[in-house]
């Protein structure tokens, strides 16, 4: 078979002989297969960076069309996401730390919770954007700090 071009939830797919699609409107559709229908809908649509995002009998796909330059742009290193290294963590508001959830030494990644910060009464869940090593705390719980203190360091 000839190469693929087709991505289906990330994974390239082998054109298939036989299959076809009937439009209702430019939402809804049938999808044909050795005698069995599918009924489709488009959910989300991008042609700029040719991505569509369907529901085939209740089950969502992600689909994307190979363009040339995608070996190319894979081959450069360019179709890596970007990771922010984060050197240290700063209060975004004055509180109370009610909990720290982290330890010296470990490893974070985005959206991983950090911190337990009251303030007006409110507990409020301090998460990393971005990626680090925990190098020092530079808080305990019940300490209390202003904006833009730095709470902990990363290596």
């Known amino acids: ?9 990330n994974e390239p797919i082998q054109k298939t002989d036989g299959a076809f699609v009937k439009w209702h409107n430019h939402k809804f559709f049938d999808l044909v297969f050795q ?6 809908e488009i959910q989300e649509e991008k042609s700029e960076e040719r991505k569509l995002v369907i529901k085939i009998n209740h089950r969502v796909f992600h689909v994307r069309k190979k363009h040339e330059l995608d070996d190319l742009i894979s081959a450069l290193g360019l ?3 970007k990771i922010k290294k984060i050197k240290e963590f700063k209060s975004p508001m004055p509180g109370r730390v ?34 680090g090593i925990v190098k020092h705390i530079l808080v305990s719980e019940g300490a209390i700090v202003e904006k833009g203190s730095v709470l902990i360091e990363f290596e």
């Open 1 to 9: 078979m000839k190469n693929n071009n087709w991505y289906f939830d």
């Open 35 to 40: 005698g069995k229908v599918f009924h489709g």
């Open 79 to 81: 179709d890596k996401p």
């Open 98 to 131: 009610i909990s720290i959830s982290v330890k010296e030494g470990q490893e974070v990644i985005g959206g991983d919770s950090l911190l337990s910060l009251e303030a007006m009464k409110m507990e409020n869940a301090l998460k990393a954007d971005g990626t």
